[in-house]
């Protein structure tokens, strides 16, 4: 497919994913602009634009994956600096918006850092903000500024959909995520059922009983994230004995920090389905282990907002 893209169109990125963005480009027939992210002495982060970008349509694509707080500062400073150099729009394309966790107090003296990140984004010079899957989708109301929130779940159900399981049934791993099973579920036209859980304290999943048929089914449990994947290994190992034929995990945004990989690697998991939002070091990516490409879903949402046509189709 081509892309019109206007003579003021200029793509830049910065470290966390490099390899999402030259996809991108290359899908798009255009060169990524041209800027270095270099380190001084004491580790502070300086960003140099080696073009104009005096009056463009400029989009940063930049995740927030980790190292979270490196990556975040890189996407403040770069959009900053071209405030300063004059750019018309500023549109960032944060694949995976990290922090978005903290979305309201839980407890008492606690912060509201996913909108804190919101008015640090707004503050700095960002004019549109284009991201998948919000840990809570309410989280857009954190902007006062255009926010383009798409879902990787029609990529994921494309996925399975080809792969032609039979006697399916789509899990929601905790009560949060019935929203998100129910969605999944209703594009492979097949049931859902849910793991009740709780959480007795941070990172620690106890689970309670399943809700459902999944006796001899091939389940698929879905969610947003999966960062130390205990809650969906244990979920996965629940179903086994519970009498599932096989269980099959999916998710848009792989973290796998701490212990994720070896807890999928002895798990009853079959296979885990992830996307590229977040970029996977050689290590992470074990047989057990898909990734499918977001490329073509974010560069149609950017030909979209650049040649001012709707973007709500995409969100079907």
Excluded: W
């Excluded at 001084?40 to 994956?65: C, H, K």
């Amino acid at each position: 497919m081509s892309y019109q893209l206007k003579k003021n169109f200029k793509m830049f990125t910065l470290n966390s994913n490099r390899e999402l963005a030259n996809e991108m480009a290359q899908l798009m027939g255009c060169e990524l602009g041209k800027c270095s992210v270099k380190r001084f002495a004491d580790g502070e982060i300086q960003i140099s634009i080696e073009e104009s970008v005096r009056g463009s349509d400029v989009f940063v694509v930049q995740s927030t994956s980790e190292p979270n707080n490196e990556h975040l500062m890189e996407l403040l400073i770069m959009i900053d600096a071209l405030k300063r150099a004059s750019a018309g729009m500023i549109n960032v394309v944060i694949p995976y918006y990290s922090y978005a966790r903290q979305d309201r107090t839980a407890r008492p003296r606690e912060p509201i850092t996913a909108k804190l990140i919101a008015r640090l984004l707004e503050e700095s010079g960002a004019t549109r903000v284009l991201t998948m899957d919000f840990h809570s989708p309410q989280a857009q109301g954190f902007f006062d500024i255009p926010v383009d929130h798409l879902t990787g779940v029609p990529i994921l159900s494309d996925y399975f959909e080809k792969k032609g399981l039979d006697d399916l049934v789509i899990v929601a791993p905790h009560n949060g995520g019935v929203v998100r099973a129910r969605k999944l579920a209703g594009l492979l036209h097949v049931p859902i059922a849910l793991i009740d859980r709780r959480r007795p304290e941070h990172d620690v999943s106890e689970i309670m009983h399943i809700i459902g048929n999944i006796e001899g089914k091939n389940a698929i449990i879905v969610d947003d994230l999966i960062d130390t994947a205990r809650t969906i290994t244990t979920g996965a190992n629940a179903l086994i004995e519970n009498g599932a034929k096989a269980v099959y995990a999916c998710c848009t945004h792989p973290v796998l920090s701490g212990q994720a990989i070896s807890r999928i690697e002895s798990s009853a998991l079959k296979e885990l389905v992830v996307t590229n939002t977040i970029a996977l070091p050689e290590e992470k990516l074990i047989s057990k282990i898909t990734p499918l490409s977001v490329a073509p879903l974010l560069v149609e949402a950017i030909d979209r907002i650049h040649n001012e046509k709707a973007v709500s189709p995409l969100f079907e």
